[in-house]
């Protein structure tokens, strides 16, 4: 039995594989106290009433709580598996998750499901914020009423908000003068891009447009995100506005707090949707949008139909178009052609765009079979190809090309006689036809999203002033103007999709690097700033990243050996080989093979028991920190390289159209091999490297089902979300320490009028001691540490309220304060008195010991030498 916290606590032994023996503390509960019971269903926990206690507090049994006029049930479980509820009679929720009366699992998931409820879909976690998606419009709680409202106020003053999380980024940009990162993060649906694009609203809103060169930074940056939606945005499953491509969009200031500047990084396309989607989910936005708002006129130049049906646009290459879209489509079309012109593209570069898009849609249909990743049986030893011939034209009228080039590219490989520097002609099989196609779509789109961005970026850069400097970016001159920059990360969230590629691994990769930051950069500080201000800190396990990281390291380093092999012909180099040496190398490496799982046979089958049935040797399972992943090989050895066929990039570069020929690259013809993988990771780095140098923020968004109902909200769903993410790990360390720390000079400066004006001739720490004790903070609810006040949640709103109330404390109680502080002066002075006088002794008692052993020692070499020198003599 140990006291914990003024209540008996009983400690149980549990054992875990994974950290072997701990002890986790037991609550003593009496019958009749109000707790919740886990459950298997979708809902995790059930409220109940504890109606006995057994087997010497081991085993409890609760009545659960039933709905309606049915009975209640009364359910057997061990008093560990249980956590105390806290009865809502007045239905009030916790704005900040620190602030609940019980910090556990249950609990938070309880008042996020009471908020949702209540169309609060935003709550505090300390600083971080917590995001609900609502799948519907709540009125009121956007605009610029609202970004007034949270324009200077400290986080705890209004409602949560991302208003709130942006209004405190810029603010301390503006104070501090270091750059400012917010970190967005979510599964996919979760509502990450609205939340970004929440931020940038505000931004745009707190920078104001003092100048006409702010107004036009202002309207290009807010124009920006709908393009980059329709080019990089897509409905899956999942989401139907699914960013399938990372961003880091940087919004910079002057001193003044000016908008002056911008600019996008985006981070690997999943440019494999072009060429096939899953049933019931869509390639990207703007083909669907081009289709739907381009006049009937413009349609029948680019060989369009609005109602059409395109091998593209379908799921598979086969299905029928996702519907119900329409009038979303012709909206967006025109959101997306006005945004165009803002950021400066003329008619004549947006006419190229509709062009090449649908010179895409018309490659899409030169073969009837275009199914990745399903060849016809005997693709292989198919010797030639027939194609649409009206497709074909289309597509090389639209793109530049001359018809018969294409169709020889697409064809026909050249082979390099021996010996000669000529070529002959090989015809291509049906696959290797196809898989051409499919590069050659897929290259083509990839670079068209590229365009855009540099278009995007291109058009800032026409904004910017002859001299300026971006902070952190190196080489500024003297004298120059250095701007710092709010980043915000809208980035991909987890994946775990019935048919996990190349892509999905990429993904994450990148989800599991931010989370260990996350762990890293939030969890370790706050215990780190514990011990540095010496606080008592017990310290929490924090799971640890890295053995992933390394595993999928050494998955990308064989991947490239065979990826470059291929594009060589050296070797025997296919996906399955690659595959079986992953699993192989894996097994021998005792950290790896804990993460990296050879897939499992059913029942001496060769099929794997879960997902699409893969063969042993044709994809593996990996254990992210969300979960258990089973990724597909197939195809990967392609898709990590980066270079076009020579036929295809020289068609590119010869076409006749000169927005065409931009997208051409001569350098890749000389190159046979550029590692996807690899300049992903540098990628990765660099915007890892770039977040260091920041004052990061953060944001998590949540589904709360998986339908994208409003109104609905599914515990189950909910509670691996937020277990995930760490949330609860953050909630632990934040509702067992101090959320609010106050550095003295701030807290001395914001509460001075708070005490009379004589407090005011004693030191911060004094000073601040006072102001606790004189408007009875209580003991247990503040700490001093070595150069901040430590407050738990709600306390430093508190102080807030009473000084925007004017609030005096007793007379009474200043004058007893007073006494105290006079008091431990007297002490103190008396302590140093005696400091004083016993540390001349110590100093004098250590000398005389010094001087006693170094005698011994000049004795002992003496006495010992002394006969010899005398014999020698």
């Known amino acids: 039995l140990f006291p914990v916290g003024g209540c008996l606590v009983v400690h149980r032994r549990l054992w875990t594989h994974e950290r072997g023996i701990r002890f986790v503390p037991m609550p003593k509960f009496d019958q009749g106290d109000l707790v919740f019971v886990p459950c298997a269903g979708e809902e995790p926990f059930l409220a109940g009433r504890i109606a006995e206690i057994l087997r010497g507090a081991e085993e409890l049994d609760v009545e659960v709580e039933s709905s309606g006029n049915a009975p209640s049930e009364i359910h057997r479980v061990r008093n560990s598996d249980v956590r105390p509820r806290f009865d809502r009679q ?7 998750n620190t602030s609940l009366v ?15 409820a209540s169309n609060e879909i935003y709550t505090y976690t300390a600083s971080v914020l917590l995001a609900m998606n609502p799948y519907k419009d709540i009125h009121g709680l956007y605009g610029q009423e609202q970004c007034a409202r949270y324009r200077g106020k400290h986080i705890g003053a209004l409602p949560p908000h991302p208003y709130a999380i942006a209004d405190t980024a810029y603010r301390a940009l503006s104070r501090d003068k270091r750059n400012q990162g917010m970190l967005i993060s979510g599964e996919s649906g979760a509502g990450k891009t609205e939340t970004a694009k929440i931020v940038m609203e505000y931004l745009a809103f707190a920078s104001g447009t003092a100048s006409e060169h702010a107004d036009n930074i202002q309207a290009r940056v807010l124009r920006a995100q709908p393009i980059l939606e329709s080019f990089g945005n897509a409905a899956t499953m999942r989401n139907s506005n699914s960013s399938r491509f990372g961003k880091y969009n940087r919004v910079f200031f002057d001193d003044a707090g000016a908008l002056v500047d911008a600019g996008i990084t985006t981070y690997l396309l999943e440019s494999s949707r072009v060429v096939v989607h899953s049933d019931g989910e869509r390639t990207y936005h703007c083909f669907y949008e081009m289709l739907r708002g381009l006049d009937d006129e413009t349609l029948s130049s680019l060989g369009l139909d609005r109602s059409g049906r395109y091998r593209l646009l379908c799921s598979d290459g086969v299905g029928q178009p996702v519907e119900g879209f329409e009038p979303k489509d012709a909206a967006n079309f025109k959101r997306l052609v006005d945004g165009l012109h803002t950021v400066g593209l003329d008619e004549s570069v947006v006419s190229c765009m509709w062009r090449v898009l649908a010179g895409l849609i018309h490659l899409g249909d030169l073969d009837q079979d275009l199914v990745e990743g399903s060849p016809k049986k005997g693709d292989d030893e198919a010797p030639a190809v027939e194609l649409d011939e009206v497709s074909l034209n289309k597509a090389a009228e639209m793109l530049g090309f001359d018809a018969d080039e294409l169709r020889t590219s697409l064809t026909k490989k050249k082979v390099a006689v ?13 696959s290797q036809f196809r898989h051409a196609l499919q590069s050659f779509i897929k290259a083509m789109y ?4 590229e365009c855009v961005v540099n278009k995007i970026n291109d058009s800032f850069r026409e904004l910017r002033p002859a001299k300026r400097a971006v902070a952190g970016a190196g080489g500024e001159a003297d004298g120059e103007e250095v701007w710092k920059h709010i980043g915000i990360l809208d980035i991909y969230g987890f994946e775990n999709l019935k048919r996990n590629s190349f892509e999905q691994l990429c993904i994450n990769l990148a989800n599991e690097r931010l989370q260990q930051y996350f762990v890293e950069n939030v969890l370790t500080a706050e215990q780190e700033l514990y011990k540095r201000e010496g606080l008592p800190w017990t310290g929490l396990p924090l799971p640890d990243g890295q053995p992933v990281f390394n595993a999928v390291g050494q998955i990308f380093k064989t991947l490239d050996e065979y990826s470059q092999n291929l594009s060589r012909g050296v070797g025997n180099a296919t996906d399955k080989g690659f595959c079986q040496k992953v699993v192989d190398e894996a097994v021998k490496d005792v950290e790896r093979k804990e993460v990296l799982k050879q897939i499992k046979m059913s ?9 699409i049935g893969l063969a042993m040797n044709e994809g593996f399972i990996i254990k992210h920190y969300a979960g258990p992943v089973q990724y597909n090989t197939a195809g990967w050895l392609d898709k990590n390289n980066d270079r076009l066929l020579p036929e295809c990039e020289s068609l590119i570069c010869d076409s006749q159209d000169a927005f065409m020929r931009s997208l051409g690259d001569e350098e890749s013809v000389k190159v046979g091999f550029r590692s996807i993988s690899k300049k992903y990771q540098k990628d990765l780095e660099n915007l890892l490297e770039t977040l260091s140098t920041c004052n990061l923020h953060y944001i998590r968004c949540f589904k709360p089902n998986t339908e994208q109902r409003p109104d609905l909200f599914t515990g189950r769903l909910v509670l691996d979300q937020i277990v995930q993410c760490g949330t609860i790990e953050l909630v632990k360390i934040m509702h067992e320490g101090y959320p609010n720390r106050c550095p003295f000079e701030e807290i001395t400066t914001r509460f001075r009028e708070l005490l009379p004006e004589r407090f005011q001739r004693y030191g911060m720490r004094t000073f601040i001691e006072a102001l606790m004790l004189a408007y009875e903070v209580p003991q247990d609810e503040w700490a001093l540490g070595m150069s901040r006040l430590f407050l738990k949640a709600g306390q430093l709103k508190a102080l807030e309220d009473m000084r925007s109330e004017g609030a005096t404390p007793p007379t009474e109680r200043l004058t007893e304060i007073v006494r105290e502080i006079i008091s431990k002066r007297w002490r103190r002075a008396k302590n140093a008195v005696q400091l004083c006088n016993y540390v001349p002794k110590l100093i004098s008692k250590i000398y005389v010991q010094r001087a006693e052993a170094s005698l011994r020692t000049a004795g002992l070499f003496t006495r010992r030498p002394a006969p010899r020198l005398e014999a020698v003599r």
Request: cysteine-free; proline content about 4%; overall charge positive.
């Open 603 to 611: 029942g001496g089958g060769r099929k794997s028991t879960a997902g």
């Open 90 to 96: 007045d239905g009030k929720t916790g704005a900040d």
């Open 446 to 449: 990839n670079r068209l999203f």
């Open 102 to 116: 019980h910090m556990n699992d249950a609990t938070l998931l309880e008042n996020l499901r009471y908020r949702h």
């Open 418 to 430: 021996p010996g000669r520097s000529s070529f002959h002609e090989v015809p291509r099989s049906a």
